[in-house]
């Protein structure tokens, strides 16, 4: 190959060639070269081969030449990635360097020939994934400990097993549909309404409203109001204004000057209230952690007429508005506190279940087949489902993702034999159920009451 038609193929390729002749001591620098490096194309001197090295990051500088010289002298071919500061803009950029050393008759170095190419492109991407791995590992240890200490304190103040399992699952959907709302927001914030909206939405339909001005809140603050939220729902559902068909909660907000923003919790129209006898890790949980972590304070009244919190935020709790904004319609997602109740005996349906974690397979084949359902599978693979729709089956669960794969095909197939499923999904869709269906959705984490109960629905309104 000429030397016009190399230094076309290294052009196409984003490469430059350079050379260092040693006997005349002289740096040659392709135009491709040169437009990578800012470095003039020609010749130049070579400076006993350490031209190049001056424009050399200072932190790299040393790597560099140790690497050079000790590969030049056994006559050995490398490749190097280092920081340069262009001679002609100043600009920082990475540079990758392959060098093959020439040697003369008698053995001694007599010049190299190298290309090289920009990879500053590939190093800031590099360095974004490393900084997004790094961010992701401190918010999966973040909930993970959040998730710890939530289990810790339900069990120190629950008396039964089942009450834990209710309030613990309870506690963990209030922080999922947070973390599903900051998701879809890139974690740049979650707004108030959106948050009331997945934590009251489909919990009591016409007994409850929210009003306010669009606020955004922290990924901290989100999770705190969540539970909030989460914890005096269940409360209503159980003992409050949600406990009976003439209730209601009002929920309202507002900015104040500070920045931050006042939200007032309401009840009415329920039974008599009085004070808890017991304190509970509900209202130590709202008196004490929501304050702290809305950089404010909270405060929990029992009026006769029905329970009232006051929750006061700072200014560090509220974030700028995210540019990626979820638009959040409740759907038939089935909440924790509302799928609490027994569900009609399953005896002698066939249900399918598609899950592709094992753990979480087990646990729905139990719990369905102790309702007395014949649970048909599990199939943890989209092939595995296939080949089980042959068989006789009343209802369905389906995960929406397999290991990478979609469960359409299956929820297809099940929607032409008019055969009803629900989706237990981790995917968060604030538009309804995946894929466009007419079906309830149950987000992890859940119970398998709440499967069970969303499955006797299915089959008694079908």
């Given at each position: ?169 309870g506690r963990l959907k209030a922080l999922a549909s947070a973390n599903e709302l900051l998701t879809a927001a890139r974690w740049r914030g979650a707004a108030i309404d959106h948050i009331a909206a997945a934590e009251l939405g489909a919990l009591a339909p016409g007994q ?207 929607a032409r034999r008019n055969v009803p499923f629900v989706f237990a999904t981790g995917y968060g869709e604030t538009g309804g159920a995946p894929g466009g269906f007419e079906a309830p959705v149950i987000r992890k984490p859940y119970d398998v009451t709440q499967v069970a ?10």
């Amino acid at each position: 190959m000429d030397e016009k038609r190399l230094e076309l193929a290294l052009e196409a390729a984003g490469m430059g060639q350079f050379e260092w002749d040693a006997t005349k001591d002289l740096l040659i620098i392709s135009p491709c070269a040169a437009d990578l490096t800012g470095m003039p194309a020609g010749e130049s001197p070579a400076r006993g081969g350490e031209a190049w090295q001056r424009y050399v990051h200072p932190d790299d500088r040393p790597r560099v030449a140790d690497i050079r010289a000790n590969h030049l002298r056994r006559g050995e071919s490398f490749q190097i990635d280092f920081r340069q500061t262009r001679a002609d803009d100043g600009r920082l950029v990475w540079l990758r360097v392959a060098v093959a050393p020439r040697l003369g008759p008698d053995g001694t170095l007599a010049g190299v020939t190298g290309v090289v190419s920009d990879i500053t492109s590939q190093k800031l991407e590099e360095e974004q994934r490393q900084t997004l791995m790094a961010e992701l590992d401190h918010r999966v240890k973040n909930m993970l400990a959040a998730v710890q200490a939530l289990a810790y304190q339900t069990a120190k103040r629950t008396t039964s097993l089942d009450g834990f399992l209710q309030n613990y699952s309870g506690r963990l959907k209030a922080l999922a549909s947070a973390n599903e709302l900051l998701t879809a927001a890139r974690w740049r914030g979650a707004a108030i309404d959106h948050i009331a909206a997945a934590e009251l939405g489909a919990l009591a339909p016409g007994q409850t409203s929210w009003e306010g001005p669009e606020l955004f809140l922290t990924p901290r603050a989100a999770n705190a109001l969540s539970l909030a939220l989460h914890e005096l729902a269940t409360n209503a559902v159980k003992f409050g204004a949600l406990s009976v068909e003439t209730g209601h909660v009002e929920l309202r907000w507002k900015r104040r000057p500070d920045g931050g923003f006042e939200l007032s919790w309401t009840e009415s129209g329920g039974p008599t209230v009085s004070p808890p006898v017991r304190r509970g890790f509900g209202s130590t949980l709202l008196e004490q952690v929501t304050g702290r972590e809305l950089n404010g304070e909270a405060a929990i009244e029992y009026r006769p007429s029905g329970v009232r919190a006051r929750l006061i935020a700072g200014a560090a709790a509220v974030a700028p508005r995210p540019e990626s904004v979820p638009e959040v319609t409740p759907s038939r997602v089935v909440e924790t506190v509302a799928a609490a109740r027994a569900p009609r005996s399953l005896k002698g349906s066939r249900v399918l279940i598609v899950e592709d974690a094992v753990l979480l397979a087990l646990e729905l084949e139990t719990g369905l087949s102790d309702a007395g359902a014949e649970v048909v599978g599990p199939a943890y693979e989209l092939e595995e489902a296939m080949a089980l729709l042959d068989r006789p089956i009343d209802a369905a669960v389906l995960d929406a993702n397999l290991n990478g794969r979609s469960v359409m095909p299956v929820a297809e197939a099940l929607a032409r034999r008019n055969v009803p499923f629900v989706f237990a999904t981790g995917y968060g869709e604030t538009g309804g159920a995946p894929g466009g269906f007419e079906a309830p959705v149950i987000r992890k984490p859940y119970d398998v009451t709440q499967v069970a109960v969303a499955v006797a629905d299915l089959l008694g309104a079908h």
